[in-house]
């Protein structure tokens, strides 16, 4: 059986940077109840605390970032690139761990945003982009889906199944 990488938060866990979740519904208790489901916070797998400051990427570009160009900023200037590294990095030994080959992640995050996250300058600007975790995941071969697209992965894990059994 495929295994999914979700984000915890997606399933009611508390561990946004404000301390709350955005629990979903649906597909994703079923997966969820199915057993498929392997939930996980980049953000506080690198070792943020619940709730913490929020951080956006300087520039909206985790591409640099993951080449040690760019950086992952709070609010007040303090750097927690290294904590977002970590995370991605777990992120991934967990695909890898499980045979991992689909994740639903949080969309707008600076960890998981799937086609979307917020320019670096803390206006609540959005720019087309990913997270840290999500483009890591994506660079290797991960197909990564947000949370409004559910049926998209559902299709994909159904290929897979058909494909690998």
């Known amino acids: 059986m495929q295994k999914i990488l979700v984000s915890a938060c997606l399933l009611g866990e508390r561990v946004r940077y404000d301390g709350k979740d955005c629990e979903q519904e649906g597909l994703l ?5 199915e057993g498929r489901v392997v939930p996980f916070c980049p953000e506080t797998e690198g070792g943020l605390s619940v709730p913490r400051p929020a951080a956006e990427i300087e520039g909206g570009d985790a591409e640099s970032v993951l080449q040690g160009k760019g950086r992952v ?3 007040d200037g303090v750097d927690v690139t290294d904590a977002f590294l970590a995370g991605a990095e777990q992120a ?5 761990r499980h045979q991992i ?8 995050s ?6 979307r996250v ?6 609540k600007t959005k720019v087309a982009g990913q997270g840290v975790t999500t483009r890591l995941l994506a660079r290797h071969g991960i197909s990564v889906f ?8 559902a299709r994909r894990l159904a290929e897979l199944e058909h494909d690998y059994g």
Request: glycine fraction near 10%; include cysteine; charge should be negative.
């Open 73 to 75: 900023l709070r609010g």
């Open 92 to 96: 991934l030994a967990d695909c890898w």
């Open 110 to 115: 600076p960890s998981c945003g799937v086609s």
């Open 101 to 108: 080959k689909i994740a639903i992640l949080k969309e707008g």
């Open 29 to 33: 208790r079923q997966w969820e109840q």
């Open 118 to 123: 917020n320019d670096g300058s803390f206006s």
């Open 146 to 153: 947000h949370e409004h697209q559910v049926t998209e992965a």
